[in-house]
């Protein structure tokens, strides 16, 4: 008989977990296409919202205190509690009360790193703002050639002249103010210093908000690699740039030719005439939406291709028998050799080789085929731009696959019946562009349904707020994402519209992977680091 027994053991005490910590949502909020001279998107400059990390925190918080009044009820059911107020965008503020209007690197950075901005750019570069007091060893992260640096002008000014004044009230003694004189000259300012550290550390910076000439000017510039211009703001455009260009650049080691110009950058370039304006002054790229109002120089070359497509696309709106595509796919060469490119690569999943047209058609389906067609709509078969880098393609693509997406967010549909219609509301957009009619003419030979036709001219319904939400984030107009996300459509939120944007990115990406490298759609060089 044992003397002593086993001593059972009890099962660790486990202090009670508390409710679980809510991650940041994505900051980003949408990026503006900027395009050289050849048409090609050779970047986008990015735009974040700012307050995500704080709302985090306020939601963590929150939770906390709503942790601790369960457990107060527990204790004693008829305890008197104080709920805490909800935490939504609209509320959020900070310790001060004031609204939340920065965005810190830290919440680009995460963004950037977790959740694909990064990969969402492919080969283009990705501008994204930063502040004078952001210029520091935590900048060290980025990616210092995939993404360009933007400060303001007057952020730099201001920078240096509170060193000045700073400087000027340290030498109150006769001899320090004797040996601040006796100097070779006066000391390079500090901000000078951190941008030519990491300039020589090979990032590459974009000064902002210079409209003439000023003091100091020569010392600047040259740190910079590139210049936005405003030039609705610029009195004299032509001295500016010819100016500006006049600067020489310091040799840059990890440069290919380091006797390169400063680039300059047009920026709000709306419409035709601004971008023929910017182009005429030398400016070697531009940014903004100019591209998607009919200007007969920046047209597509459209003729009897295009219409054909449009017979097709027309045709398979309206359900058509196999035999009757089938012929309208043969007279549409460029949709006949795509399609028997998805076809092939479709058919090594569902092992079915297409022999001809009306396999391929069997293999992809109506649907692939049509969205094909609406994506060959926008793409110019003689450009010699690659699909991902064709500036219309791009913004009506990923608007269509964005609304697509989104609306799986409004319930049931949010009444829409299909999420296909929301794809095809984006996808239909901007066919005036393409036209010479009015959008609501050129939309009734399609046969659609009513509520498509007024989304797309009078922005009216579901259809028409998801399209209004998609045009906000194109142009990171924050505030009407806010309060079409907080009222039309309730159940959307902005880290919805963030992460969706985003995903759409990587179907369109998808979409365009199909184009063969020969003949109609020749591929233009990669982007490079430069603009030119």
């Not at 919202?49 to 925190?57: D, M």
């Not at 906000?472 to 107009?477: F, R, T, W």
Request: charged share 30%.
């Amino acid at each position: 008989m044992a003397l002593f027994k086993k001593k059972a053991q009890s099962a660790p005490i486990q202090a009670p977990r508390g409710p679980e910590k809510i991650a940041p949502e994505n900051p980003y909020l949408g990026r503006e296409p900027i395009i050289n001279r050849e048409q090609a998107i050779i970047g986008y400059e990015l735009f974040f919202r700012p307050g995500t990390t704080l709302k985090a925190k306020r939601l963590n918080d929150r939770a906390e205190v709503l942790a601790q009044i369960a457990k107060r009820l527990a204790d004693d059911p008829k305890a008197e509690v104080s709920y805490p107020e909800e935490v939504t965008d609209v509320n959020l503020r900070d310790d001060d009360g004031k609204e939340v209007t920065q965005v810190t690197l830290s919440e680009i950075f995460y963004s950037l790193k977790t959740k694909g901005v990064t990969q969402s750019l492919g080969q283009h570069l990705g501008f994204i703002n930063i502040r004078a007091d952001q210029l520091g060893d935590e900048l060290r992260g980025f990616p210092a050639m995939k993404f360009p640096l933007q400060i303001d002008l007057a952020e730099i000014l201001g920078a240096i002249d509170a060193e000045a004044k700073q400087t000027e009230e340290t030498a109150q003694a006769s001899e320090a103010k004797k040996e601040l004189d006796d100097a070779e000259g006066p000391p390079v300012p500090e901000i000078l210093q951190k941008l030519e550290r990491l300039r020589s550390a090979g990032y590459k910076f974009v000064l902002t908000g210079l409209t003439e000439v000023v003091d100091g000017i020569d010392d600047i510039l040259p740190k910079f690699r590139y210049v936005k211009l405003d030039l609705q703001k610029v009195a004299k455009p032509f001295s500016l740039i010819d100016y500006c260009k006049g600067i020489p650049l310091p040799r840059d080691e990890k440069s290919k030719d380091g006797s390169k110009v400063l680039q300059i950058i047009a920026t709000n370039v709306h419409v035709p005439e601004d971008f023929h304006q910017a182009r005429d002054l030398g400016c070697d790229a531009f940014q903004g939406f100019y591209f998607v109002k009919p200007d007969p120089e920046l047209s597509l070359h459209r003729g009897e291709e295009y219409r054909k497509l449009l017979q097709l696309l027309t045709l398979l709106l309206s359900s058509p028998e196999l035999k009757d595509l089938v012929a309208s796919i043969e007279a549409n060469p460029v949709v006949a050799k795509h399609l028997m490119v998805i076809a092939e690569i479709d058919s090594r999943r569902k092992r079915e080789k297409p022999e001809n047209i009306r396999d391929a058609a069997v293999i992809s389906g109506i649907k692939r085929i049509t969205r094909w067609t609406q994506l060959l709509l926008y793409a110019d078969a003689k450009a010699k731009v690659a699909l991902d880098a064709t500036p219309l393609l791009q913004l009506v693509c990923v608007r269509a696959f964005f609304m697509e997406s989104l609306s799986t967010k409004l319930g049931a549909g949010g009444g829409l019946g299909s999420t296909d219609l929301a794809f095809l509301v984006g996808g239909l957009s901007l066919i005036d562009n393409l036209f010479d009619e009015p959008a609501r003419e050129l939309l009734s030979h399609f046969n659609l349904p009513g509520v498509v036709v007024d989304a797309i001219v009078d922005r009216s319904g579901i259809l028409g707020q998801l399209l209004s939400l998609a045009e906000a984030a194109e142009v990171g107009d924050l505030e009407k994402c806010r309060h079409l996300c907080s009222d039309e459509l309730k159940t959307v939120t902005l880290d919805d519209v963030a992460q969706d944007s985003l995903l759409a990115i990587k179907n369109f990406v998808s979409q365009t992977q199909f184009a063969p490298e020969e003949d109609v759609w020749e591929s233009a060089n990669s982007a490079d680091e430069e603009l030119a």
